[in-house]
């Protein structure tokens, strides 16, 4: 640098003194070497997270977050079975070729929910070379659902399949090449960024969640799971010419009614001592989950005091002989069994006369999410129930379910073999016992008919531990909990886990539901 300012100086000097004592001067000053600073270092163990995940963008997700588990099993269980998978016969192409790299899953996350199903979130990625009309790279971490849980293989009956994150240029890259005939080809490649961008927006637009893909697994009719849709109000009126059991040529009536496919206790009237032409004029109601198939059984039977009561007669009444909301008079011969053609059942057994009406439940107009706890609730200006739904909502009968799934964290100080008592109202129901385990799982349901919503009632759960024989502290209360239902009234359902009190670590899973007619 100092040999080009003089020589700078020197041609100036031909051209003039004062020009090139200026412009060496110049070249001395700004040509001198600059000091270059050296990189700051730091240890690994210094960087923030942001910094290691910018050095290490490619890491897999089951080490930078512990919720996802290492899932190397799967992918050898992929890579095994892929090139048995290249090949496959579709309608759109004669050969279609999934190329010879198969997807990766690296990490996989399953979440733990309230609801009667099974989420998971795999981690997918795959820059395979299939021989297809385009090539392209995917990223996508997708949200898999599979509901309902049910007792037949393969334990749930459908598949729900959404992202979770909108589909960008770093989780979705598409590289079009064309190999379809001349004219497919020639249209196609004026627009080679067009369609990528077309197929990214019509994935977010069908599959960004809370959109999804449905794909049923099983039949509805194998795993269906009745649930209540109505309530049958019953009033059995009157009897007419039973016949004569006891001595005194007398009968002690009474009747017994429920509905099929049921496994809860029958109904029954009251006794009328001595009297063939009996009348009740009384009410029932019976929880309805199939008016199409499900039909009303009636049994008149004479009491004894000693020995098995005698019956008397019995009918059938199929609900789909129902109109909703309509009151319906049936005066029924009774017979004495269900086989009405027996030739040899000539015998006058008397009728009975009874009135059904069949309240089919309205459709809820709130609607809770139950994933997890309560996590939100979406009203649109068009969902949003307006003044009069509400106070119908808020009134009028209904029916109160409560499922208690499980319980966990329950521990005796003698002994653990846990079951659930719920009362409400009186009423008293249990659910079975399991012995030996601080983790119950019931998942029984129990149903509660109220002429009035349950504004200002409570619900008590007790968690109770029993053993076997008689003596001292052969029962004991591992936890309770008080429930205020004006919450379920107003939400319709809540399903979440509670904190028992008085014990030091136990929860209980209650799912709650109110339903109006």
């Excluded at 001198?32 to 910018?54: C, G, M, W, Y």
């Excluded at 996989?108 to 820059?127: D, G, M």
């Excluded at 509805?220 to 109000?233: D, R």
């Excluded at 009747?255 to 009996?278: C, Q």
């Amino acid at each position: 640098m100092a040999f080009l300012s003089t020589l700078t100086g020197i041609i100036g000097f031909g051209m003039g003194v004062p020009f090139g004592l200026l412009l060496g001067f110049y070249f001395f000053i700004y040509s001198k070497p600059k000091i270059v600073q050296e990189p700051i270092t730091r240890r690994v163990s210094q960087l923030d997270n942001t910094a290691l995940l910018n050095l290490l963008h490619d890491i897999p997700l089951w080490v930078k977050c512990p919720d996802y588990e290492r899932v190397d099993w799967l992918n050898k269980i992929i890579a095994d079975m892929w090139p048995y998978l290249n090949k496959i016969k579709t309608i759109a192409f004669e050969n279609l070729s999934l190329g010879t790299i198969p997807p990766d899953i690296y990490g996989f996350k399953i979440c733990e929910t309230n609801e009667n199903e099974l989420v998971l979130e795999p981690a997918v990625r795959w820059a395979g070379n299939p021989n297809i009309v385009v090539d392209m790279q995917i990223l996508v971490a997708p949200r898999v659902t599979l509901k309902p849980l049910v007792p037949t293989i393969p334990c749930f009956a459908n598949a729900s399949v959404s992202l979770l994150k909108r589909v960008t240029r770093d989780r979705l890259r598409i590289e079009c090449s064309w190999r379809g005939s001349y004219v497919y080809t020639r249209s196609l490649s004026y627009y080679p960024g067009a369609v990528p961008r077309t197929i990214k927006m019509q994935i977010a637009s069908l599959y960004l969640w809370p959109q999804s893909l449905e794909i049923p697994i099983l039949d509805p009719s194998t795993v269906a799971i009745n649930k209540p849709v109505g309530i049958l109000h019953v009033k059995v009126v009157r009897a007419h010419k039973l016949l004569k059991m006891d001595f005194l040529g007398t009968s002690d009536p009474y009747v017994k009614l429920n509905l099929t496919g049921e496994n809860l206790p029958a109904k029954k009237t009251s006794i009328k001592k001595r009297n063939l032409n009996p009348v009740w004029n009384e009410k029932f109601k019976l929880v309805v989950k199939d008016p199409e198939s499900q039909v009303l059984q009636l049994e008149v039977f004479d009491w004894d005091k000693v020995g098995t009561h005698d019956r008397l007669g019995m009918q059938f009444v199929p609900l789909k002989l129902l109109t909703a909301n309509e009151t319906k008079e049936f005066k029924l011969d009774l017979l004495k069994h269900t086989f009405i053609a027996d030739p040899y059942d000539k015998k006058p057994r008397g009728n009975i006369v009874i009135e059904l009406t069949y309240a089919p439940f309205r459709e809820e107009s709130i609607k809770v999410d139950g994933i997890g706890d309560i996590l939100s609730r979406k009203e649109s200006s068009q969902d949003r129930p307006s003044e009069n739904s509400s106070h119908e909502v808020l009134s009028g009968a209904g029916l109160l379910s409560v499922t208690v799934q499980g319980a966990e964290d329950v521990e005796g100080l003698r002994h653990n073999n846990p079951y659930a008592v719920i009362r409400f109202r009186g009423d008293k129901k249990k659910t079975k016992k399991i012995k030996k385990t601080r983790h119950p799982l019931w998942n029984e349901e129990f149903q509660f008919m109220l002429e009035e919503p349950p504004l200002n009632d409570t619900i008590r759960i007790q968690v109770m531990s029993r053993r076997k024989g008689i003596g001292f502290h052969s029962k004991e209360c591992l936890g309770k909990l008080d429930i205020n239902l004006t919450d379920v009234v107003h939400n319709g359902r809540i399903n979440t886990k509670y904190h028992l009190m008085n014990s030091k670590n136990g929860k209980i899973h209650v799912d709650i539901k109110w339903t109006t007619v």
